[in-house]
């Protein structure tokens, strides 16, 4: 499948490297994509040692075969089978040659919290279409789980000349941007809406750089007033009696309590768990 230009663009502003890759990540590549990330490591010596290490990253979306040699007849049976074959120098006359294939996502068992973000909803209808019988409960809760993580959904059943009844629920969520799948259940229909949820916002903390040869440097400047400390309005401010006003209703007095020593108490450290 050829690559868009606003895919290569995208690609290019996410800065994807074979440092930075993930089993979520390399889901938005392509067979030369890797090739060209492969390349990279050649150059690197730190990254040429972690080969096998990206290569186990990639093979979460990619089937990778290692071919023994070059030989032409085996290049051209893996290239009828639409794999992308190439080589990658491991040492000075060193290479490996590798067959590359995209894993397709073709039923509803190929889902997985790394890649159900990287299909669109058009493409988990299809996926839901070709597995459906049951409709929406039919899948088990873990199926479900994943592609609610990536999608909203939603379901409703009814008659079928009631499902597409103007200004109801179907052409609302058709203007809203869902997809839909309607599944058949005799003479009433289940509808499945499915709608790629946006990527979450998390919040990052902000720390102040500016420094003190700033012109406009101010120590106080923006700081919030240190009021840990004062009293609540609501609070009732007590006097402190002084000597000659001590007497058995204000008068306390305190005193250390020894803590038992335990030589077998355990010690916080056996509470952590290595990692």
């Known amino acids: 499948m050829k690559e868009t230009k606003a895919e290569k663009n995208e690609k290019a502003e996410k800065g994807i490297s074979l440092k930075t890759l993930t089993k979520s990540s390399v889901w938005d590549l392509q067979e030369n994509d890797v090739f060209r990330l492969l390349e990279g490591a050649e150059k690197d010596a730190e990254m040429k040692e972690n080969l096998r290490h990206y290569l186990d990253i990639i093979r979460s979306a990619f089937t990778i075969e290692e071919l023994k040699d070059d030989d032409k007849l085996v290049k051209q ?9 190439g080589s990658v120098k491991t040492g000075d006359d060193a290479k490996l040659i590798l067959a590359i294939k995209k894993r397709p996502i073709m039923r509803v068992t190929d889902l997985t919290y790394e890649n159900i973000r990287h299909i669109s909803a058009a493409k988990l209808v299809e996926v839901l279409d070709r597995n459906f019988g049951g409709g929406w409960d039919s899948l088990s809760q873990s199926i479900q789980d994943i592609i609610e993580s990536g999608f909203d959904i939603s379901t409703t059943t009814l008659p ?10 179907y052409e609302k969520k058709v203007a809203d941007g869902y997809e839909v799948l309607e599944v058949a259940k005799g003479s009433w229909v289940e509808a499945i809406f499915a709608k790629l949820k946006p990527e979450s916002y998390k919040p990052r903390m902000q720390f102040d750089t500016r420094s003190e040869d700033d012109e406009d440097y101010d120590e106080d400047a923006d700081l919030p007033e240190d009021d840990y400390n004062k009293p609540d309005e609501d609070d009732v ?16 007095t305190t005193f250390a309590i020894e803590q038992d020593s335990d030589e077998d108490a355990e010690s916080l450290s056996d509470y952590i768990a290595d990692e």
């Open 237 to 252: 401010e007590l006097d402190e009696p002084n000597d000659d006003e001590i007497n058995e209703d204000n008068y306390r």
């Open 77 to 85: 049976k893996f290239t009828k089978l639409d794999y992308k074959v």
């Open 160 to 169: 079928k000349d009631r499902l597409h009844k103007k200004g109801g629920m």
